[in-house]
Structures are given as C-alpha cells and as structure tokens.
T-cell receptor
C-alpha cells in the first residue's frame, strides 16, 4: 500500500508569483484535504476535494485553489504569492463513507518559502 | 477555533506510560475524538479515535470519560521516538473532513 506523497519537498518563490503543489493520495482513498502550517502553529484547513468537487473550505482567499483528478491525485494552486504564504503545506487523503469516520493520512508536506 | 484544550507541554520518562489529557466540554453527540501526532518536520500521523467507548490499538489507548467532556491518550511504554506534538481533535462523522488543530501538547520523552 502506497502512502501519501507530495512534490516538491521544498520550493522557493518570490512575492507575486504563482505556485502549484502536488499530492498523490493513498491507494483506495477518494478524498484529499489541504492544510497550511505556519511555523510553530497547528495545521490550518484550506479545503477538501471529494470526487473532484470542492467539499468544504476554510478561511482562505480565492487565490488558493485546487483540483482533484480522476485518479484522486490533487493540486493546490496559490496565485499572487505573499510573504505570509510561507509555510508547510500538507496534503491528507481519506476514504469518506457517509455516516462513517474518516481518518486522514498525511503526506510529508511541501515547505514553501516566499521571498 | 479548536474545540479542545490541551496542556502546552509534558515530560515523560522513557519506558513509562505517557498520559496526555484533553478537555472537550462542548463536544456534540455525533462528534468523535481524534488524536494525531506530529514528529518534527513530518506530516501529522493518525493515532486513534473514539466516540464514547474506550479504544485501544497497537499505538495507544484512548480513555473517554462517561460525560464525554474529556479524554486521555495513553502511550503505555513511551520511547524517545514518541517525542512529538500531540493533537486532540473533535470532528463530526461522515463527510466533514475539516480537522481543526489547536496548539497541541508537546511531549518530551526523556532517557
């Protein structure tokens, strides 16, 4: 069973640029969630994708957008990067079954630095 | 905001049991208690979850009080590799994928 993978592991961008982060879900999972973790803080929920549709969003502006593909892999896109976007971006996959619990399995994260 | 309260830090001697408390006094009837941990520079790792009964797996035990307003995660024989930030999270069942992380408890296991 393959776990959740993310790419790249590290990335440096400048303010105003755009970035795309990628995530491959754990085999058999149908849902991907993205989190932002600033230094010294707990992860903050950005959004979740279920069957290629956005299924919940946290308090993040529209310049944070995402995609989920038929193979359940996912992308997180951030436009017009700001210095405060510097953080660890975590992807988590899960198998959502209505009325059931959904343990989320996290990837190692992508460390984004905005200069 | 997180619906849980945890102590910011705890120490534990290697080989002893680590008992990590969590208060969740506003938990709803259909909400589960989840525990995750995050070892430095890694993604969070799922540990265990429960609704109202005590639960045990290969990693830990979860004790939930009868009124469900608090719980304790027990690592029966802590090792140095258990040093991490431990997060207690309350989350509804089904399609709610939004895990709300608080500050967690930093557990330091000492030799």
């Amino acid at each position: 069973e393959t776990g959740v993978t993310q790419s790249p592991t590290h990335l440096i961008k400048t303010r105003g640029q755009q970035v795309t982060l990628r995530c491959s879900s754990q085999s058999g999972h149908n849902t991907v969630s993205w989190y932002q973790q600033a230094l010294g803080q707990g992860p903050q929920f950005i959004f979740q994708y279920y069957r290629e549709e956005e299924n919940g969003r946290g308090n993040f502006p529209p310049r944070f957008s995402g995609l989920q593909f038929p193979n359940y892999s996912s992308e997180l896109n951030v436009n017009a990067l700001e210095l405060d976007d510097s953080a660890l971006y975590l992807c988590a996959s899960s198998l959502i079954m209505w009325g059931g619990t959904n343990e989320q399995f996290f990837g190692p994260g992508t460390r984004l630095t905005v200069l | 905001d997180a619906k849980t309260t945890q102590p910011p830090s705890m120490d534990c001697a290697e080989g002893r049991a680590a008992n990590l408390p969590c208060n969740h006094s506003t938990i709803s009837g259909n909400e589960y208690v989840y525990w995750y941990r995050q070892i430095h520079s890694q993604g969070p790792q799922y540990i265990i979850h429960g609704l109202k009964n005590n639960e045990t797996n290969e990693m830990a035990s979860l004790i939930i009080t009868e009124d469900r307003k608090s719980s304790t995660l027990i690592l029966p024989h802590a090792t140095l590799r258990d040093t991490a930030v431990y997060y207690c999270i309350v989350c509804g069942s089904g399609n709610t994928g939004k895990l709300i992380f608080g500050q967690g408890t930093t557990l330091q296991v000492k030799p």
